[in-house]
């Protein structure tokens, strides 16, 4: 087998995937929270106010990234679903459930951090904006996912209806996003949301690269946490993840001893 | 051929055959005016209906805004920069409206070529900068176009 | 087994049981009622929102009709016989629908008008009316397929149905309802058509291999 494909192959293997996990995630962890706390502070303290919108543009540091991400775990998730379709790989089942409720609070979040900056913006907390409109659809998609996902007991046969759930939704996601701003260009003008690029000043643009690696980096992190509990859920009879259970054991035993003794005294 | 290779052929076929006739579909639609948006050069000309809701798009002409003393009442033209037409609204204008700003109004043309409108909404710009850099910048306002 | 035949012996089953494809229909003229009485009977009222009742009202009623189309065929094991090659389950997933659509769908394309103009719709849009939820119609029960193949194997599922199957139903509503607003308006309502005429092609095209997919998956 040639290298590189081997290479790939390893990480369709639970027992491949776990330990690196745990090796890989303090330093995930260390990163994404040290780019989230510098380019926040850099974007809401000392990035230059806009002309137009004074400080409350500053929101985009969080609304921004936190929409794109929501996109981008959608993709993720994409590329898992066909992963589990094609060449059955179990991982990539576990991996692809642990990112649906990751991707539907990042949708959450950027639906509230946007009622937020409607307020200041159009006055209102919540208007029939397109792209406000297609993240409420997004949500409830990341949530039917999810939601069929739980309903069916077989939860082999419930990744794999996930998954084709997932390739289903990814065909209609842009049909839906641009069936909303044509049904918004008609009912309001389209100065809401141009289609146009955004131009935006350098100063102002540095932080919002920041967070936005930040929050790719956030995903990852919550990816892993969860499908390291996924993959222990899933194979608890395997050798491996008995190993795993026993050393955790025997680590949380001396712990507990000295604390009775604590509450002893 | 074998049957099976046959009808996965007739398969593969079908779906290229689904898919550009949607493609073609959605070429036809896009053919169509389906914003109902006219410049004010289009109004000024008569290609407006005029017994009916549209939407008209242009800047706010300098000097032209003329608030009434006793009602909401508000009269303004606003110009795609070659023929103005005449707006008549009654009730608050958003915020962002101001001169030379561009402003999408839905309304009727009533008889004597005044639009009519029910709806005023100011276009923001997705540019941010900080107020010094738009100070240095004159953009002409057709920019906004 | 002939395409035709397959069809035909689905409607006869149906036939068999008549009150089953008048639900639905009985659905959409009740709920098409409920309007004028909580809107009061203002025509001006009533037009003005009657596209979008129409529409909202032809949709759930799609929706609610779409819960037993595999069932009795999941739970007898026809299903498991049509499985055994992946042609014959397309083709039996074609029939499926094609008969769903004539039962469940047509009718309500036949009463929308007499709703219409019930609703003081100007009679110019009814053709329109027709037209687009015929184009619509095809897309509601191509795509909530989809829906049904994939929660098949699922008890209580008319929840689940709803919540997967409802955000990919927008588009459909936004142009059929747009369809006849522009139409109502005086305008002409090509543009939104076209764009429902093309929706109609690709789910019918698409979605019969996403439900023989999920229908293979629902029975291991």
């Known amino acids: 087998m040639h290298p590189v494909l081997k290479w790939f192959y390893q990480w369709a293997v639970p027992h491949f995937v776990y330990p690196r996990i745990q090796t890989g995630l303090p330093w995930v962890a260390l990163l994404a929270s040290s780019l989230l706390v510098i380019g926040l502070v850099w974007g809401l303290v000392f990035a230059p106010a806009d002309y137009q919108q004074g400080d409350a543009f500053r929101i985009i540091y969080v609304h921004v990234p936190a929409a794109w991400l929501s996109m981008l775990v959608y993709m993720a998730m994409t590329m898992m679903a066909i992963s589990v379709l094609v060449w059955r790989i179990q991982v990539a089942e576990l991996a692809l459930i642990a990112s649906a409720p990751i991707g539907a609070a990042f949708t959450l979040m950027a639906l509230f951090t946007g009622a937020i900056w409607g307020k200041p913006m159009w006055g209102a907390w919540w208007v029939w904006d397109a792209r406000l409109t297609s993240e409420l659809i997004l949500l409830f998609i990341y949530l039917g996912i999810f939601a069929l996902y739980h309903a069916i007991e077989d939860k082999r046969q419930a990744a794999k209806a996930a998954s084709l759930m997932t390739l289903v939704g990814v065909v209609n996601i842009p049909i839906i996003h641009y069936s909303v701003i044509w049904w918004n260009t008609l009912h309001q003008p389209p100065s809401l949301s141009k289609l146009d690029t955004p131009s935006i000043h350098p100063d102002m643009l540095w932080p919002l690269l920041i967070t936005l690696l930040a929050f790719k980096l956030m995903y990852l992190w919550m990816l892993m946490l969860r499908l390291r509990t996924e993959l222990l859920l899933r194979y608890p009879q395997s050798a491996w993840v008995q190993a795993i259970v026993q050393a955790m054991v025997q680590a949380q035993i001396q712990p507990t001893k000295d604390k009775s003794k604590d509450n002893a005294r | ?145 | 087994m002939r395409f035709v035949r397959l069809v035909q012996q689905q409607l006869s089953l149906a036939y068999a049981n008549k009150l089953d494809w008048l639900t639905p229909l009985l659905f959409f003229a009740l709920v098409i009622i409920l309007f004028p009485l909580a809107l009061g009977g203002s025509p001006q009222t009533l037009a003005a929102v009657a596209p979008g009742l129409l529409w909202v009202a032809a949709l759930l009623a799609t929706l609610l009709s779409l819960d037993s189309m595999f069932r009795g065929d999941h739970d007898d094991g026809t299903l498991e016989l049509w499985a055994a090659s992946q042609a014959s389950l397309l083709r039996y997933t074609y029939a499926k629908l094609v008969s769903h659509w004539l039962l469940y769908a047509l009718p309500l394309v036949v009463l929308s008008p007499l709703l219409g103009y019930g609703l003081h719709l100007p009679v110019s849009a009814l053709p329109v009316l027709v037209l687009s939820l015929v184009l619509g119609s095809l897309s509601l029960v191509w795509i909530g397929a989809v829906g049904v193949a994939i929660t098949s194997g699922i008890k209580y599922n008319s929840f689940l149905l709803a919540l997967l199957v409802l955000p990919f139903y927008m588009p459909i509503l936004i142009f059929g309802a747009s369809a006849v607003d522009v139409a109502a308006q005086g305008w002409s309502a090509l543009g939104p058509l076209y764009l429902l005429a093309a929706l109609a092609v690709l789910s019918v095209t698409l979605a019969p291999l996403a439900v023989a997919k999920a229908l293979k998956l629902s029975l291991n």
């Open chain 2, 1 to 145: 051929m074998s049957p099976v290779k046959r009808q996965r052929l007739m398969l593969v076929g079908f779906l290229v055959l689904g898919v550009s006739a949607a493609a073609a579909l959605i070429f036809q639609a896009f053919q169509q005016n389906m914003m109902f948006f006219f410049s004010t050069s289009e109004v000024a000309e008569g290609l407006a209906p005029i017994d009916r809701d549209f939407r008209v798009g242009g800047v706010v002409v300098e000097n032209s805004v003329s608030r009434a003393s006793d009602s909401l009442k508000v009269v303004f033209d606003i110009t795609d920069l070659k023929t103005p037409i005449q707006v008549e609204y009654t009730g608050i204008l958003p915020d962002l409206f101001r001169e030379g700003q561009g402003i999408v109004a839905k309304g009727q043309l009533n008889a004597q070529g005044v639009f009519v409108a029910s709806e005023v909404l100011a276009k923001h710009d997705e540019n941010y900068m900080p107020p010094e850099v738009a100070a240095t910048l004159h953009k002409p306002p057709a920019a906004a176009y």
